[in-house]
């Protein structure tokens, strides 16, 4: 399992974890900064709410509290000591370690969520059955980055959600099914990113399911008339996204997307804040 280290990989992760319980899964995670992600106030603002409180305060704050009452989202270490896998960050795919160590996992199928990195050929070869990614738009039309901020912005009254094989193009692979998610004028882009990439586990685990009674599809060839490919959004697009009424991220939404780890709405624990944390209210754990 290739994935983003952030709340919306991290999410959607769990969400395909239950359907892989008799399966080893290891979990390689990017942590990929791009400079507009830090220069631009929107794109700052995502960042800290998709990777710096969550990998910085509130999921260190869950592991250490340790078990609670009923089922909760497991973080990425945990999820990976449940599954017998293990955990590695990459912050390159192009070193011989990186395909030694691939290699060594042998793995039957690997699974991209949000990954940062592209996939160089000699590692597409080596997983048996191939290389699947969950893409948050609607391929060939919505390829490259930021696929939900694009159809939002374009009025669209829902989001794609595109299962593929992966090839050596970005986001060009055989296409193997496409669902959708409601755009929710009341809601936040970063409520709209966490919600697209769920809607193609139950595809997902239905092909896993069936490669696992020997039937492999092979996909549908994109039209490569109809692609478009999409880079990060300006400040100007950010403007002419606020000015049709969508917030960029939202307290309420917030709380919902931590809810399945036992996170109550506004704070981790009794004397546990999501500010607190946010301002250095909180001792990370060690």
Known sequence: MCAKNDLAGLLACNRLSPGLAQDQVSFWLSDVTRRDELDDPDLAALRLFERNLPNRWILPLLEARGPVDGPTYLTFRQLARRHGGELRHVSSLSGPDVVRDLERHAPDLLISIRFSHIFPARLLQIPRLGSLNIHPGDLPHYAGLFAPFWQILDDRATIGCTVHWIDQGIDTGPVLWCGWLPVDPARSLLWHVCRTYPVGVDEVLALVRQM???????????????????????????????????????????DELLAPFGVRPGGLGPDESVSDAASGGLRRPA
């Open 212 to 254: 696992g009674r020997g039937r492999r599809p092979a996909g549908l060839i994109q039209d490569r008339r109809a692609r478009h490919y999409f880079r990060l959004p300006t400040r100007d697009d950010f403007a002419r996204f606020k000015a049709k009424g969508f917030r960029v991220v939202d307290d309420d939404d917030y």
